[in-house]
Nanobody, 119 residues
């Protein structure tokens, strides 16, 4: 079982920056692929960025060059550095932990943190 708690959301002006954090409790954090997803009002949840257990990263085209995902396995934490924020980045951001075991898949979600980009 993994519990995820996001923090760092808030209100920021266009062009500004925020850093989201997701603290995980439980076991074997380093084995999980960690991802950030977001959901804007009236839209489906979408993948923003993902980092594998080995440290490989992948980003949605809309955030490439602006967002950076990273992880600190010693602190059981994954981060999302968001720069040059745009109004269209406004959404609830969710942290996800995902592990495909030999028998079943384990996936967990945080409660989400609101990011609002507005002047």
């Amino acid at each position: 079982q993994v519990q995820l708690v996001e923090s760092g959301g808030g209100l920021v002006q266009p062009g500004g920056s925020l850093r989201l954090s997701c603290a995980a409790s439980g076991t074997r954090f380093s084995m999980y692929a960690m991802g950030w997803y977001r959901q804007a009002p009236g839209k489906q949840r979408e993948l923003v960025a993902i980092i594998t257990s080995g440290g490989s990263t992948n980003y949605a085209d809309s955030v490439k060059g602006r967002f950076t995902i990273s992880r600190d396995n010693a602190k059981n934490t994954v981060y999302l550095q968001m720069n040059i924020l745009k109004p269209e980045d406004t959404a609830v951001y969710f942290c996800n932990a995902d592990y495909i075991g030999s028998v079943r898949r384990y996936t967990y979600w945080g409660q989400g943190t609101q990011v609002t980009v507005s002047s």
